[in-house]
């Protein structure tokens, strides 16, 4: 057998080019297992212990459309995760033609959310889309609880639309978060220029009480402070990567103005306060920490903190546009060369405060256009030598980017 194999790949000219010759070829193997028992041994381990066994109680799984959730009740749901669809990152139903066709079932693809150019998606269509899942997702959630939605996607674009989709359904965004699931997937492991780590944005519902405030105060500068005063409650205090504290973009004050804006403009209410009036009353009636902004008792937990961690992090400059962009890498890659995949995760978080008459660019143009890429082929650029032995030592991925 395999002497006919590796005859046939040598003989066959048809066969393409990058096929090494006198090779045996074996296809990936996988072994099927009963769903259903995977189940029950979820439910066993994982749901049940959490839960009591009465009757209302029991875990319930369902299948529909996100925009469509008749069957569960306005404001009746404590917590929701979302992991939608990253854009154009894969086309979900034609890659499962072949098990749909052999099923009988076929993905509607008029409510499919997704980039598409087969399918004549947009941005703008996915938009629409992933707001009117967001919609439902805000209609069934207490109020001042939580969503959680992991998403993935290297372009700026589609980074952005998935969290103005998410502010178009009413909720606010308070944390931008890497997640490092340590099991990558097959393009993921295989591919030095994709992305190993999700983002994870955690947004909320506006509690009630604040929601009847507002009201009354929309007219006001004080409803302007009230949801600052709201909105730095659900922040968190530091952010840490390792054991170095990292700052919190979310508390910036040009964050906290453009947060403040998008809910005036949301609600339908002029904004009773400019740019310049916002920076003077927020250093009047909150606490300044490092370029953040916090409630007296949030300010005593981070000065404890930082006491116990040493000194901010500082790559912490503040992304607007392009020019702020190409120097928030440059202080970043000057710390060490770093792969496509180790930036785009911290280059993501950092686009929250990108102006909005500013075209966003994509993370390689920038790269590409700004600094030297080395694939461990050729000769070691001089601004990489003091890393040499690392390289040779097959420490860093083939792609790095420097200065």
């Known amino acids: 057998m395999r002497h006919s194999l590796m005859n046939t790949f040598r003989f066959n000219v048809s066969f393409p080019s990058n096929v090494t010759l006198g090779t045996l070829y074996i296809a990936s193997l996988a072994k099927e297992t009963n769903f259903i028992d995977q189940f029950k041994n979820k439910c066993l381990r994982r749901i049940l212990p959490f839960l009591s066994h009465k009757e209302n109680q029991r875990p319930v799984v369902s299948t529909q459309s996100s925009t469509d959730l008749k069957q569960i009740e306005t404001a009746s749901v404590d917590y929701i995760f979302i992991d939608p669809p990253f854009g154009d990152n894969l086309a979900y139903s034609e890659l499962n033609f072949s098990w749909e066709a052999w099923f009988g079932v076929f993905t509607k693809q008029a409510n499919e959310a997704v980039v598409s150019k087969y399918q004549a998606k947009e941005l703008s269509e996915y938009r629409s889309l992933m707001t009117g899942c967001f919609d439902e997702a805000n209609r069934i959630l207490k109020p001042g609880r939580w969503v959680t939605v992991e998403f993935s996607n290297t372009k700026a674009s589609v980074w952005n639309t998935i969290q103005t989709a998410l502010v178009e359904a009413g909720f606010i965004v308070a944390n931008v978060s890497a997640l490092d699931k340590k099991q990558g997937s097959f393009n993921a492991v295989t ?26 105060e929309a007219q006001t500068e004080e409803g302007v402070w009230d949801f600052v005063r709201t909105h730095l409650k659900y922040l968190p205090v530091t952010k840490r990567q ?110 929250g405060g990108w102006s909005k008459n500013e075209a966003q660019l994509d993370l390689r143009e920038l790269l590409n256009q700004n600094f030297l890429c080395y694939d461990s082929k050729g000769p070691v650029p001089e601004q990489i030598h003091a890393y040499r032995a690392m390289l040779e030592s097959g420490v860093w991925a083939r792609y790095n980017w420097l200065e």
Do not use: H
Request: net charge neutral; glycine share 6%.
């Open 191 to 216: 591919n030095t220029t994709s992305v190993k780590q999700d983002l994870v944005i955690s947004a909320y519902k506006p509690n009630g009480g604040f929601e009847e405030r507002f009201q009354k």
């Open 242 to 351: 390792g054991v170095l504290l990292l700052m919190v973009p979310e508390r910036d004050p040009r964050i906290l103005f453009d947060q403040m804006i998008a809910f005036y403009v949301r609600k339908g209410y002029p904004v009773p306060i400019s740019s310049q009036e916002f920076q003077n009353g927020l250093s009047q009636r909150f606490i300044e920490r490092d370029g953040m902004y916090f409630l007296p008792d949030q300010v005593a937990e981070y000065d404890r903190k930082k006491m116990t961690s040493g000194e901010l992090k500082q790559v912490s400059m503040f992304v607007s546009d392009e020019a702020s962009a190409i120097q928030w890498l440059r202080q970043l890659i000057k710390e060490k060369p770093q792969t496509f995949s180790d930036i785009n995760p911290k280059f993501m978080q950092q686009l």
